[in-house]
């Protein structure tokens, strides 16, 4: 069975500041997907990545940026320099890299950037 | 191109009624998922469907829901009569044959 655990309920930082979001999972699949979506106040949920388990190569996109680690099974999310857009509910999740691909969440993080 | 489309945004049942909630995916998208997201609990696999087909509903309570992806017109989730515990988001989400899920912007079901 898949699991996916996202151990910080909440983060309240300044903006400005950087932030990390922890994500840890458990799978017997050998090849998988992981994922990070984020929840705004307004409630939809927007994609932000997709990771293969095959590679582990870390990513950057503008302010943020990805840390897979197979080793220890985590899926790290930083946000730098902290915007109040940033305030949201961020969920990591794991999916089998076949065409079901239901996804397993986290529980989220909720982010509260506060100006 | 549009996004996965919802409908409605918010909906408000009686004990006992009917919910019917709509889905329309991404343009060339044939892959259609339903989750639901409780208070406390996350967002829950719910089922699964293709054209046609409903490939995987093991998520879904098996009494009072369900759900169909027809030929031609959008998903639609049915709850038959809905009790308080149903109140929730439900998003769809939709792909290609890859394997990145887009999400619609949810339903919010509220049971008086």
Do not use: F, L, N, T
């Given at each position: 069975a898949q699991k996916v655990t996202q151990a910080q309920t909440e983060i309240s930082v300044v903006e400005k500041e950087d932030v990390t979001l922890d994500c840890v999972y458990e799978t017997r699949d050998t090849t998988y997907y992981l994922f990070w979506y984020k929840q705004p106040p307004s409630g939809e949920l927007v994609f932000l990545i997709r990771r293969n388990s095959f590679d582990e190569q870390n990513e950057i996109s503008g302010r943020y940026s990805w840390n897979f680690q197979k080793s220890t099974s985590s899926f790290n999310f930083t946000i730098t320099?902290?915007?109040?857009?940033?305030?949201a509910v961020y969920f990591c999740a794991l999916s089998e890299?076949?065409?079901?691909?239901t996804l397993t969440f986290g529980k989220g993080t909720m982010l509260l950037v506060s100006p | 191109n549009a996004g996965v489309m919802q409908n409605p945004r918010h909906l408000v049942r009686r004990r006992g009624q009917e919910a019917r909630l709509r889905c329309s995916p991404m343009k060339g998208h044939s892959h259609v998922y339903w989750y639901r997201q409780l208070p406390e609990e996350g967002l829950k696999f719910m089922v699964y469907l293709q054209k046609e087909n409903i490939?995987?509903?093991?998520?879904?309570?098996?009494?009072r829901f369900s759900a169909e992806f027809p030929k031609e017109g959008p998903s639609i989730l049915r709850i038959q009569q809905?009790?308080?515990?149903?109140s929730a988001a439900y998003f769809c989400a939709s792909k290609t044959s890859a394997d990145t899920q887009y999400f619609g912007p949810g339903t919010r079901l509220t049971v008086l």
């Open positions: 320099a902290s915007q109040v857009v940033d305030s890299a076949s065409g079901y691909s | 490939i995987d509903e093991s998520g879904m309570p098996k009494e809905v009790v308080r515990g149903d």
